[in-house]
């Protein structure tokens, strides 16, 4: 996506009053928690697979992950109220993965019997940045989608990708004009509903 196109999903301070995170604090507000993990589990999933875990064992590890969060929760300190609840669950995942990491390596010294270099994943926190981005993104999406018609939705699209106004008119038959209505008609929509959703998903009071 061209600088020119980019959306910033982190200009505005709107919070919600109670979070789903301080919901999901309490350990018997078992729909909180269901809420939270069906939001969560995907991102935690493209994280994973960014670090390399395998198919195979990609679904033990993220359930390893969410239980890690479910117990670490309800004693986290959320901070002020610009702290963002991805942080600590960059540092969760980033400790399940050098735990992983460092229990493969002893087993494969103890396997040969000889001396390997610690097995250290990617910088986790540049991974986590530019998932949870496209994470929110998809997630605002899938709710557009039910709101705006096709072509309405595939010139917004388009330009999320970075399609110029006249490559999208060519290739909808569209007026240039008829594309900028529709884009920026989503594009407000688009940015309501992202700031809703990352302060519900990221944000404390």
């Not at 020119?4 to 919901?23: A, G």
């Not at 359930?63 to 960059?90: I, S, Y």
């Not at 096709?150 to 010139?155: L, N, Q, S, W, Y």
């Not at 917004?156 to 920026?184: C, H, P, Q, W």
Request: hydrophobic share 40%.
């Amino acid at each position: 996506m061209d600088q020119q196109h980019k959306i910033n999903l982190s200009e505005d301070p709107w919070k919600t009053r109670l979070t789903l995170i301080d919901r999901a604090r309490d350990p018997n507000d078992s729909q909180a928690w269901d809420e939270f993990t069906d939001y969560y589990s995907g991102f935690i999933r493209m994280v994973l697979i960014k670090l390399q875990v395998t198919r195979d064992d990609l679904e033990d590890f993220s359930q390893d992950v969410l239980l890690k969060l479910w117990q670490g929760l309800p004693k986290m300190e959320m901070g002020r109220d610009d702290a963002r609840f991805r942080a600590w669950m960059g540092t969760v995942i980033r400790n399940a993965v050098y735990n992983h990491c460092s229990q493969a390596t002893t087993r494969k010294r103890r396997e040969t019997n000889a001396a390997v270099a610690d097995v250290a994943p990617p910088d986790i926190e540049d991974i986590i940045e530019s998932e949870w981005r496209k994470h929110i993104i998809a997630l605002v999406i899938e709710r557009l989608n039910a709101s705006f018609s096709g072509k309405a939705m595939d010139v917004f699209t388009m330009t999320l990708d970075g399609k110029s106004v006249d490559d999208i008119a060519s290739a909808m038959e569209l007026t240039k004009a008829s594309v900028y209505v529709l884009r920026n008609r989503v594009r407000t929509r688009f940015l309501d509903e992202a700031k809703q959703l990352r302060s519900q998903l990221e944000f404390r009071e």
